[in-house]
């Protein structure tokens, strides 16, 4: 998640505090990314180092106001051209957990399987019933966010039915044998 690049995209709408960053951030990922206040001043102290944003001044309770600046406006436009690779994003805790299970001995793999599977179903209707709670009129970056949970909910469901195939039945807990 590119807090640094999601900050400038809601100054490139005009200028904002910290507070009105953090909340406006969460409300456009539909609250599934929170942001730490102290992150996001952190955040915006680097950006104005690097001439990214600028103070725009107070508003009239006193809190300092950021704007993009053009050199920030041309660092978002690249960000928004570049396609996110794989290779960008962190380690999935959940593959290296299962190849661990699967190499370790002792370890019950088809019951490490099953736990996600149960725990990934419960996380899946979650997500099912708060898309339902929106209305027509949902923001669709919210729509968005929520659509792009469950298709993962729904694909690391397959993963795990392909894990559990590999690595043997549910109540096999030994790797397949290959058949050749």
Request: aromatic share 6%.
């Amino acid at each position: 998640m590119s807090v640094r690049h999601g900050l400038l995209a809601l100054l490139s709408q005009g200028p904002r505090y910290g507070y009105q960053l953090k909340t406006e951030f969460e409300a456009s990922t539909a609250d599934t990314c929170p942001l730490n206040i102290g992150q996001v001043y952190t955040t915006l102290s680097r950006l104005e180092r690097d001439g990214l944003v600028s103070r725009a001044g107070e508003d009239e309770q006193g809190r300092v106001r950021y704007a993009i600046t053009p050199d920030g406006n041309g660092e978002l436009d690249r960000w928004f051209a570049k396609p996110v690779s794989r290779a960008d994003r962190p380690r999935d805790e959940l593959v290296v957990k299962l190849a661990m299970a699967a190499t370790t001995p002792g370890v019950d793999v088809a019951a490490v399987i099953q736990a996600q599977r149960s725990s990934t179903m419960r996380t899946l209707q979650e997500l099912t019933r708060a898309k339902r709670g929106f209305d027509a009129s949902a923001e669709a970056a919210q729509r968005l966010v929520l659509d792009s949970m469950i298709f993962q909910a729904e694909a690391e469901q397959r993963w795990l039915d392909h894990c559990e195939a590999v690595l043997g039945s549910p109540s096999d807990s030994s790797p397949a044998k290959e058949t050749t």
